[in-house]
């Protein structure tokens, strides 16, 4: 891209705007302002004028302030509760030691545009200089009330430390990974660390590349409260009215509840089913050793269970494991008085088991040693010993509501 013929030629540089839809409102909460230039056959996008190492700062930044000040003057037509996301990476913002653009926003301010509808979409990924520098400029924008989004997360994100640190309003999260079924697993992870994070920092998360509905089911799932993506709208030169998506949305978000709650159904009934039948076996052979259990449950649940083992209240283990191996069931006396409380909600389900008297089915979760995502059921045999039964992957496949 020429750099020197889209700065002599300003006038065909403007913002495409690219709504924001919330999914408690299911409505335009905000736009993103999107660089485009227009030439004689066509108009084109100036990510890669903004991407290239090779032309100056000082022009970028020319061509995003205009940017900026022909998005804002637009904004004026929305509704004062819609935000403006402005796409900065480190290098622009930093620019000037980011007064030239704070000034500029001032402004607006003093046009009466209220900077809280301003939200920075930072990326610093690649950024060289002082973060000590580049951090208090984020904080100084936020005494004018300015929001901070972190942007583009995806499966390859290793930076939480900068996000413990940052603290952002918002973090975008990048969908293009579930196209690949190689990161699917892998993603999954990281988002579920994301969503713990965002919810200890007070952070929003944003879904964005949203091509395909199973996308926004997925972003819906996981907590998502804002959505972008073609899916849902392209970028346009034009605003939309804020309720274009309202039908829509409330349809797929009635089919999405429909589906999980058919999903809770099925893991409530099969819980309810595991207790009977492990109380059943456990009742029958309250006199007998643990190896003499194993082999009771094991008449009832061969095609269901691969694992179990007891352990008391404190988490230690009291007996071996009994593990279903190529060779049969063998019996693994090395995890005897080994401790698993420090396994997530360990604690917290021995206490309900405790108090309720009745079996718990985990969450889906993968395994440390056969590294596929199964089940555990766990059930109070009596005050200090706890009965823990794995459940296999290929029941779960075969029970795809469990999955």
Request: proline share 2%; aromatic share 16%; net charge negative.
């Amino acid at each position: 891209m020429d750099a020197l013929e889209i700065l002599s030629d300003l006038e065909n540089v403007f913002p495409y705007f690219q709504p924001i839809f919330s999914a408690d409102e299911q409505q335009v909460i905000a736009y993103e302002v999107l660089g485009r230039y227009r030439t004689e056959d066509n108009i084109i996008s100036l990510g890669p004028f903004f991407k290239d190492d090779q032309i100056p700062d000082e022009y970028k930044f020319e061509v995003d302030l205009l940017l900026v000040k022909k998005a804002l003057e637009k904004a004026f037509d929305l509704e004062n509760d819609i935000s403006i996301f402005l796409n900065r990476n480190a290098e622009l913002l930093m620019y000037g030691h980011g007064e030239p653009f704070l000034q500029e926003l001032l402004a607006f301010e003093k046009k009466g545009f209220n900077l809280s509808r301003i939200v920075l979409e930072i990326s610093d990924r690649n950024y060289r200089g002082d973060l000590d520098q580049f951090d208090h400029l984020l904080q100084y924008y936020r005494t004018y009330g300015i929001k901070i989004a972190i942007s583009s997360i995806d499966s390859e994100s290793h930076h939480f430390e900068r996000i413990g640190q940052l603290e952002p309003d918002i973090l975008k999260i990048n969908l293009e990974a579930l196209k690949s079924t190689a990161t699917g697993v892998n993603f999954n992870d990281v988002l579920f660390t994301l969503s713990l994070l965002a919810r200890k920092i007070g952070a929003t998360l944003l879904f964005e590349n949203i091509e395909m509905s199973y996308q926004l089911q997925f972003a819906w799932k996981n907590g998502g409260r804002y959505y972008q993506g073609f899916y849902l709208y392209p970028p346009e030169a034009e605003f939309i009215q804020r309720d274009f998506l309202k039908h829509r949305l409330k349809e797929k978000f009635h089919d999405f509840i429909s589906y999980e709650k058919r999903k809770l159904e099925g893991v409530y009934l099969a819980t309810e089913y595991f207790h009977v039948k492990v109380q059943e076996i456990v009742m029958k052979n309250k006199k007998v050793g643990y190896e003499e259990l194993f082999q009771a449950v094991v008449k009832e649940m061969d095609q269901i269970a691969f694992r179990m083992y007891i352990c008391d209240e404190d988490g230690f283990q009291k007996s071996a494991n009994f593990f279903n191996g190529k060779n049969g069931w063998v019996i693994q006396s090395e995890y005897m008085n080994k401790n698993w409380s420090w396994r997530p909600y360990f604690l917290e389900n021995i206490i309900k088991m405790r108090n309720e008297r009745k079996g718990i089915l985990s969450d889906l979760y993968c395994d440390i040693e056969t590294g596929e995502n199964i089940r555990t059921f766990s059930y109070p045999m009596n005050e200090n010993e706890y009965l823990f039964i794995d459940i296999s992957y290929q029941y779960l496949f075969e029970h795809d509501q469990l999955l």
